[in-house]
């Protein structure tokens, strides 16, 4: 059984940082792509940020484009997200999401590429 489990958000003052992690099990990890979303009350669920199978390729939305660093841990079959300078406007549930992908390089920003979902963790940014 596929597990995704993200971990660390919680409540954060504005221009504060936060790591999220999302450990996964029940897959090859190293046979999937990872990617980040989010999703505020109201709105529809937004790309963040992925990572291809071999790490060596991310992208990000322009909307967290050098505040939010994301990685992974094949050690560890996790991915993290690194958030910094956080701003009200980040708050929502962050989600961690794997795709299945035979190419070691390749992302994706869309969500119905994803073949497997974390449960989210709630960031709150506000003073």
């Known amino acids: 059984q596929v597990q995704l489990v993200e971990s660390g958000g919680g409540l954060v003052q504005p221009g504060g940082s936060l790591r999220l992690s999302c450990a996964a099990s029940?897959?090859?990890?190293?046979?999937?792509?990872m990617g980040w979303f989010r999703q505020a009350p109201g709105k529809v669920r937004e790309f963040l940020s992925a990572i291809s199978r071999s790490g060596r390729n991310t992208n990000y939305a322009d909307s967290v484009k050098g505040r939010f660093t994301m990685f992974r841990d094949s050690t560890k079959k996790t991915v993290y997200l690194q958030m910094n300078n956080l701003k009200p406007d980040d708050t929502a549930v962050y989600y961690c999401?794997?795709?299945?992908?035979?190419?070691?390089?390749?992302?994706?920003?869309?969500?119905?590429?994803?073949?497997?979902w974390g449960q989210g963790t709630q960031v709150t940014v506000s003073s």
């Open positions: 999401a794997a795709d299945l992908n035979s190419m070691p390089w390749y992302v994706t920003e869309t969500p119905d590429d994803y073949d497997y």
């Open positions: 029940g897959l090859t990890f190293s046979s999937y792509a």
